[in-house]
C-alpha cells in the first residue's frame, strides 16, 4: 500500500545509487518534499540525483560530526531518515549495553 509522504521532509543517505537512490525516487513519488540526499561523492551524487524535483544535496562522510553539524539547517523539520550509507570497520564496535563485537 503506498503511503503519502506530501510535503513531509525526508533524509537518505547513501543517495548516489542502489538502494538509497531507489529510496529518494521513491519517496519523491510519494510526495516527500524537501529530500535531502547525501553521499560521499558529491559529483556522482549531483549526477544520479538530477531528477530529483527540489532535492537538497549534501556531499561528505555521514560518519563526520562536523557533516551533520553543517547538514542540520538543511534539514528542517525532519519527519522520515533512510539511513543508507555504510561504513565498515576492521575494529571492536561498542554496543549499546558496553560490550564490544569484534
Known amino acids: 500500500m503506498p503511503h503519502d509522504f506530501a510535503h513531509q521532509t525526508?533524509?537518505?543517505?547513501?543517495?548516489?545509487?542502489?538502494?538509497?537512490?531507489a529510496t529518494a525516487r521513491l519517496l519523491e513519488a510519494s510526495g516527500a518534499?524537501?529530500?535531502v540526499v547525501t553521499d560521499w561523492?558529491?559529483?556522482t551524487l549531483k549526477s544520479a540525483t538530477a531528477e530529483l524535483k527540489g532535492a537538497v544535496r549534501?556531499?561528505?562522510?555521514?560518519?563526520?560530526?562536523?557533516?551533520?553539524?553543517?547538514?542540520?539547517?538543511?534539514l528542517g523539520d525532519l519527519r522520515l531518515a533512510v539511513v543508507n550509507a555504510?561504513?565498515?570497520?576492521?575494529?571492536?564496535?561498542l554496543t549499546s549495553d558496553g560490550g564490544y563485537l569484534l
Open 86 to 93: 555504510g561504513v565498515s570497520s576492521s575494529g571492536a564496535t
Open 10 to 21: 525526508a533524509l537518505v543517505t547513501g543517495a548516489a545509487s542502489g538502494i538509497g537512490l
Open 33 to 35: 518534499t524537501p529530500i
Open 58 to 74: 549534501l556531499a561528505g562522510n555521514v560518519a563526520d560530526d562536523g557533516f551533520w553539524l553543517a547538514a542540520t539547517p538543511h
Open 41 to 43: 561523492i558529491g559529483e
